[in-house]
């Protein structure tokens, strides 16, 4: 069965501090893996990541994926009290048709 | 520019009624996606629909759920005969085309009496 799983479930860090998020997987025909942040409302867009070893960047977020290792991981440097949110990593997948596969999130706090 | 636009925003039902639930998707998007997240949990797919048909139902359950997406007018998934466990945050997404990211929604929660 195909599965997303991140870790960690939960962190709470300082302002200033860096964080790394993980996401594994394990799917058949992989087609893309993408990164959400998710605070009270919609699910917000960050990444999508096809290609392996290629670094995306925004402001203070990369992302990077490994197909060999199936995993990916998102960084957050100068991490701000905005940045508290759940970080969702969805893998598309193929079944039947391509749908995402959804990790159950890694809920981040950042303190002042 | 307006984003995915779902409403309500929050639904209280009784058990035993009906549930609809309305997504318009981003101007000139014409792949809609349903999600449901139960609390403390993860998104989980239900339907993928473009207009006029029904793409892939495969996470939706087989009694009492339904959704379509008309030539005219917003998605709707629909809930027939409401149970507890219907309650959840529905998601709804869309995209202009099935390979580019999709655009969440802010949800309607429905909760059940």
Redesign the interface.
């Known amino acids: 069965e195909d599965k997303?799983v991140q870790s960690p479930l939960s962190l709470v860090v300082h302002e200033g501090d860096t964080v790394t998020l993980n996401c594994s997987y394990e799917v058949t025909n992989f087609?893309?893996l993408?990164w959400?942040k998710q605070e009270k409302?919609?699910?917000?867009?960050l990444f999508?990541l096809t290609s392996s070893g290629i670094e995306k960047k925004s402001g203070r977020l990369s992302s990077i994926l490994d197909k060999k290792e199936l995993f990916s991981i998102l960084n957050i440097t100068a991490t701000q009290t905005g940045d508290s949110a759940i970080y969702?990593c969805?893998v598309e997948a193929l079944?039947?048709?391509?749908?995402?596969?959804?990790?159950?999130?890694t809920r981040l706090k950042v303190l002042a | 520019n307006a984003?995915?636009m779902q409403n309500p925003r929050h639904l209280v039902r009784r058990r035993g009624q009906e549930a609809r639930l309305r997504c318009s998707p981003v101007k000139g998007h014409s792949h809609v996606?349903w999600?449901r997240q139960l609390p403390?949990?993860?998104?989980?797919?239900m339907v993928?629909l473009q207009k006029e048909n029904i793409?892939?139902e495969?996470?939706m359950p087989k009694e009492r759920f339904s959704a379509e997406f008309p030539k005219e007018g917003p998605s709707i998934l629909r809930i027939q005969q409401v149970v507890r466990g219907d309650s959840a945050a529905y998601?709804c997404a869309s995209s202009p085309t099935?390979?580019q990211?999709?655009?969440?929604?802010?949800?309607t929660r429905l909760s059940i009496l």
């Open positions: 997303v087609r893309s993408l959400y409302k919609a699910p917000t867009f999508m969702l969805a079944g039947g048709t391509y749908k995402y596969i959804f990790g159950t999130g | 984003g995915v996606y999600y403390e949990e993860g998104l989980k797919f993928y793409i892939d495969s996470g998601f099935g390979n990211p999709q655009h969440f929604g802010d949800g």
